[in-house]
């Protein structure tokens, strides 16, 4: 739950700096005549609108892009090589090394 308000919070943050970077609306701050700090905003919402309509078409033409070139363009991508070990397995067996010389991670032998 935590880590979805933290999503919907940087997407909050996100889309509002980029509305101000792209000019979408305008915030002013300033004294009222009676004292009072006053807060205006000017939203260009024609603006926002051709911004995102134009995104969307830009994102459109890329995928389209992607799609019209096909697999053919795309190198190929190399599989698995055909001999791959599989899990490694403790030996059978013997003492067992101490905690601390790590080598029970690394495969080392007994001693150091």
């Known amino acids: 739950m935590r880590n ?4 919907i ?3 909050v943050v996100g889309v509002g700096g980029l509305g101000w970077y792209l000019g ?6 300033g004294k009222a ?3 009072n700090v006053r807060i205006e905003t000017d939203v260009d919402l024609k603006k926002a609108g051709t911004d995102v309509q ?6 459109g033409e890329l995928i389209g892009d992607l799609n019209k070139a096909g697999p053919e363009a795309k190198p ?4 698995p090589p055909g ?6 397995t403790p030996p059978q067996g013997g003492a067992q090394q101490p905690a ?5 991670l690394f495969g080392l032998g007994q001693g150091k």
């Not at 979408?24 to 701050?29: A, I, L």
């Not at 190929?76 to 599989?79: E, F, I, V, Y």
């Not at 001999?83 to 490694?88: A, E, I, L, Q």
Request: proline share 11%; no cysteine.
């Open 54 to 59: 134009r995104g969307g078409q830009h994102v």
């Open 4 to 7: 979805l308000l933290a999503l």
């Open 33 to 35: 005549p009676d004292g």
């Open 76 to 79: 190929a991508q190399p599989g």
């Open 100 to 104: 601390g010389d790590g080598g029970w």
């Open 24 to 29: 979408w609306y305008k915030v002013q701050v």
């Open 9 to 11: 919070g940087a997407l």
């Open 83 to 88: 001999n791959t070990p599989g899990p490694v």
